[in-house]
């Protein structure tokens, strides 16, 4: 994918619509084409109610386009100049080749007209022809039926619901509807999206009938009316001791170990990491995971048998979502250790540190939609199936890896951390099965 293609400035012409980078001077007809209630209910990020409300939802985005992570623009069309709503390109992936066309919201008066579909139709050409992308996704609020409706007439495929996955500024955690579109399915898309713009439609010179108005009432429910917990973190070097094994801070004194339980090269072949079947891969892998520990982005362990006193795989938090309370674990253990009760207690020890310790909202667990091994593991676990991101990671063969989801929510930890327990307390010798 070219990421230079979503640089900060860029500007997108369609039929309709002109997209020009959003910018603070935007912030009183930001206000007006946002006066309607409905329009800001399920935001994630809303203009407000004051210009210092819209103001701040502008520089909201600002370190996120100056790392090249998104693009935002001011809808205005093309006839008038007109602002009529915001949208952009998000979670912009050169590695994975894949960007999500998101934070889309349109004034009331322009709800079933072409504008929506003039503005998917200008966003994906650009995303699938200049930028070159694989995949582009597009996700919206669980309540959100009318977003989802639209969605779904542009010929995108509705593929996950991740439950309670992004905290609103209200307290209420969203469950967010994943959409996608692969570059397969482009030419079908682009054809949907122009014959609906080929009927006629004479924009409005004048806008909304809300434009005079600037104090509003979103009409959302109140506050959750309990203290807020303390901040997530999972960045402390901690150890976590189980029953048979203990998870221990990630280390370089540690690759030599680490390349021995995972020399079978079945163990790497459904992983988005690795392969670390060697000192040399793994010194490699390590180094990777120790820099992004450094930036904040994962925090791992290496798991030892207590009974072996040897080290006989990884497990590590990734994908932070610290403002969303939340983070996705991942494990890999020697192929040796498969069907022992090993993934089991080290799934334990990382929920139970997350939900209890650090107050986690949600866990997620993905694995390659090929590998029923781990999906049954993972429903073992008593995690709830979400849906399939479909070709969402590209891996280093270059094939593109469709991932099943799973969670568990704070509110389910309980049950599913008794049923652990229970199994956990079955016999077994410490020694892997025969």
């Known amino acids: 994918m070219r990421s230079d293609k979503f640089a900060p400035g860029l500007r997108l012409k369609g039929r309709y619509v ?69 949208t952009g390109y998000h979670h912009i992936d050169d590695a994975n080749e894949s960007v999500e066309v998101g934070g889309t919201w349109l004034d009331s008066a322009y709800w079933r007209t072409p504008v929506n579909s003039d ?90 009938a809300t434009a005079a108005r600037i104090s509003i009432d979103l009409g959302l429910p109140p506050s959750r009316p309990v203290e807020p917990p303390p901040p997530l973190r999972l960045r402390d070097a901690v150890v976590l001791r189980g029953r048979w094994i203990e998870l221990v801070p990630l280390e370089r004194r540690h690759i030599a170990g680490l390349a021995r ?34 930036r904040g982005e994962v925090l791992p362990f290496v798991i030892r048998s207590l009974t072996e006193d040897r080290i006989v795989g990884m497990c590590r938090y990734l994908d932070i979502e610290r403002a969303d309370r939340s ?47 781990s999906q049954r593991a993972i429903e073992r676990l008593g995690a709830r199936r979400e849906g399939v991101l479909r070709e969402h990671l590209k891996l280093a063969s270059g094939i593109y890896r469709s991932s099943v989801c799973y969670s568990i929510l704070a509110s389910e930890w309980p049950g599913v951390r008794r049923d652990l327990e229970q199994k956990l307390g079955r016999p077994w010798q410490g020694r892997p099965s025969p």
């Open 327 to 373: 983070a996705e674990i991942g494990t890999w253990i020697d192929s040796a250790l498969w069907r022992t009760p090993i993934n089991t207690e080290a799934k334990y020890l990382v929920l139970r540190h997350a939900f209890e310790t650090e107050h986690a909202h949600r866990i997620e667990l993905r694995t390659d939609s090929r590998n029923e091994r």
């Open 119 to 208: 503005c998917k139709r200008v966003l994906f050409t650009h995303a699938f022809e200049e930028g070159l992308a694989h995949r582009v996704s597009l996700q919206t609020d669980l309540r959100n039926e009318r977003s989802q409706n639209a969605i779904s007439d542009v010929g995108a495929i509705r593929e996950a619901a991740l439950r309670e996955n992004v905290l609103l500024a209200d307290g209420w955690f969203r469950t967010s509807v994943q959409f996608g579109i692969l570059r397969s399915e482009w030419s079908k898309v682009r054809a949907k999206l122009d014959a609906r713009l080929a009927r006629p439609w004479s924009p409005s010179p004048t806008g909304s």
């Open 18 to 86: 002109d997209l020009r980078p959003l910018s603070v001077d935007d912030a009183p007809e930001l206000l007006r084409a946002a006066a309607s209630p409905e329009v800001q209910r399920y935001l994630r990020h809303r203009p407000g109610t004051t210009l210092e409300d819209a103001r701040a939802y502008v520089h909201g985005y600002d370190s996120v386009v100056a790392a090249g992570q998104s693009v935002m623009f001011a809808i205005r069309l093309e006839m008038s100049g007109l602002l009529v709503g915001a």
């Open 261 to 294: 339980a995972g020399r079978d090269p079945q163990v790497w072949q459904w992983l988005r990491i690795g392969p670390g079947r060697n000192e040399a891969e793994m010194a490699a892998l390590v180094e990777m995971l120790l820099a992004q520990q450094e």
